[in-house]
C-alpha cells in the first residue's frame, strides 16, 4: 500500500439511483476514490478481480447472484473488506449477520427500504465506516471460526415473537413480564462491548462458554435497530448458553447473555426479585451510540455489592473507556482486552489499554477461557 493514496472503493447495488447516491458520498472523502460500480453479485466478483478495490459496500438482495452468495465467493477466492447496506426487514437482517460471519466487517441500515430517499441522513456514518474497513487487516475477515454445535431451538415464546416491523423507528419498551419469585443471580457480572467485526468476535467468545455458565452476560454491540435480534437468535442457535435480545423489566438470570437491543441504551436496576434489565430510548447517543459500552459500564459502577469481569473487543473509537474508568474505581472488576493481533479494528480495546485500564490482553480465541478463569 503506497502511503497517501486514496482507497480504492467498489459499490455493489442493483439500483443505479443508490449507486449513484453512495458513490457520490463517498467521492467526497479526499482519501477515498469510487473506481467502479456492479448491479449485482455476479458483477461485483468479476470487478472486485479485475480493479482489486480496497473497500466495497455490497447490498444484499439482488437479481442474479445476491450479496450473500457473491460475500462467499468474494472471501473464498478475492478477499476484500466489505460494508454491508441493508434495509431492516426480518429475512435482510438475518442474512446481513450471516454476512458478518462470513467476513463482512460491519452493517449499515439504509433508513428508508432497499432504494433508500433519505439515505443522506446517515451520510456520516456510510463514509466514516467504509473508511474505516479500507484500513482492516484481512487476515482477521478470513480466520475461519471454529464451528460450533448447534443447539436444540425451543418454541418461541409469546413476548419473544421477532418483531415485523420493518422500520428502524425504536419503540418505547414495554416491560417484560416475568415471574415474581427471586431469580438466583451470581454477584459476579460479566460484561462485554464491542463494535466493529464484533458479531464474529462475539460467536468466537460465547459458543466456547458452557451451559452451567455461572453468570449472566451483558452485551452492547453497536449495530442498528432490527438487527440485534437477528444476532441474538443466530447466537442462541450456535451456544450451549441462552442467548437473547433483552427486555425492559426483565430478571436477569445466570448462564443467559443479554445484548443491548440497537437503538436502546442498556442498564440494570436492583428489585426485591433480583437484578432486572432497563432499556432507555430516551437518554442521548454517547459518541454516536446507542447502545453505548459507556452507559451500561455506568450502571454498573452503581452496583458496588457486585463484581465485574469486563471484556473489550474489537471496534472503532473509544466507547468504553470513561465508563471503565468509573467501574474500576467503584467496583472489583478484572477488565480483558481483546489484543490487536486478532481485533478486527482495534481502537475499543487499544483505548483501554493504553490507558492502563487492562488486566489482560487476550486473542479473541482465548477470550473465553479468560473469562471462566476470573470466575473461578
Not at 212 to 241: C, Y
Not at 257 to 277: C, D, R, S, W
Request: overall charge neutral; some cysteine.
Amino acid at each position: 500500500m503506497i502511503a497517501g493514496r486514496k482507497k480504492r472503493v467498489l459499490v455493489v447495488d442493483d439500483s443505479a439511483f443508490m449507486r449513484k447516491l453512495i458513490s457520490d458520498m463517498l467521492n467526497k472523502h479526499p482519501m477515498m476514490e469510487v473506481i467502479g460500480m456492479a448491479r449485482n453479485g455476479k458483477d461485483s466478483v468479476k470487478k472486485i478481480r479485475d480493479l482489486q478495490p480496497d473497500v466495497v459496500t455490497m447490498d444484499i438482495e439482488m437479481p442474479i447472484m445476491d450479496g450473500l452468495e457473491a460475500l462467499k465467493e468474494i472471501m473464498t477466492n478475492n478477499p476484500v473488506p466489505v460494508v454491508i447496506l441493508s434495509s431492516t426487514t426480518k429475512h435482510n437482517t438475518e442474512n446481513a449477520v450471516l454476512a458478518i460471519e462470513y467476513g463482512a466487517v460491519d452493517v449499515i441500515a439504509k433508513p428508508g427500504g432497499a432504494i433508500s430517499l433519505n439515505l443522506h441522513e446517515i451520510e456520516k456514518e456510510i463514509v466514516e465506516k467504509v473508511f474505516a474497513a479500507s484500513n482492516v487487516g484481512i487476515q482477521n475477515l478470513t480466520r475461519k471460526i471454529i464451528p460450533a454445535k448447534p443447539r436444540t431451538i425451543l418454541p418461541v415464546k409469546k413476548n419473544e415473537i421477532p418483531d415485523k416491523n420493518s422500520s428502524v423507528t425504536v419503540p418505547t419498551p414495554k416491560l417484560a413480564s416475568f415471574s415474581k419469585n427471586k431469580v438466583q443471580c451470581s454477584k459476579t457480572f460479566v460484561i462485554i462491548g464491542t463494535s466493529t467485526g464484533g458479531p464474529r468476535a462475539l460467536q468466537e467468545v460465547i459458543t466456547r462458554l458452557p451451559e452451567d455458565f455461572p453468570s449472566p452476560i451483558l452485551i452492547v454491540q453497536h449495530m442498528p435497530a432490527g438487527f440485534t435480534k437477528s444476532l441474538a437468535e443466530r447466537l442462541n442457535g450456535l451456544s450451549e448458553i441462552t442467548v437473547k435480545e433483552a427486555e425492559h423489566g426483565e430478571l436477569i438470570e445466570n448462564g443467559t447473555a443479554y445484548i443491548a437491543p440497537g437503538g436502546l441504551h442498556l442498564k440494570f436496576e436492583k428489585t426485591v426479585a433480583g437484578y432486572q434489565i432497563v432499556l432507555d430510548g430516551k437518554e442521548a447517543l454517547r459518541s454516536g451510540h446507542r447502545p453505548a459500552v459507556n452507559v451500561l459500564l455506568e450502571s454498573a459502577a452503581t452496583h458496588k455489592e457486585l463484581d465485574y469481569v469486563t471484556v473489550i473487543m474489537t471496534g472503532m473509537g473509544y466507547d468504553g473507556k470513561e465508563g471503565m474508568e468509573l467501574l474500576r474505581s467503584s467496583c472489583k472488576t478484572v477488565t480483558i482486552a481483546e489484543s490487536k493481533n486478532t481485533s478486527v479494528v482495534y481502537g475499543m480495546p487499544k483505548a483501554i489499554i493504553d490507558a492502563g485500564l487492562s488486566d489482560q490482553i487476550k486473542d479473541v480465541q482465548q477470550i473465553a477461557d479468560a473469562i471462566l478463569g476470573n470466575l473461578k
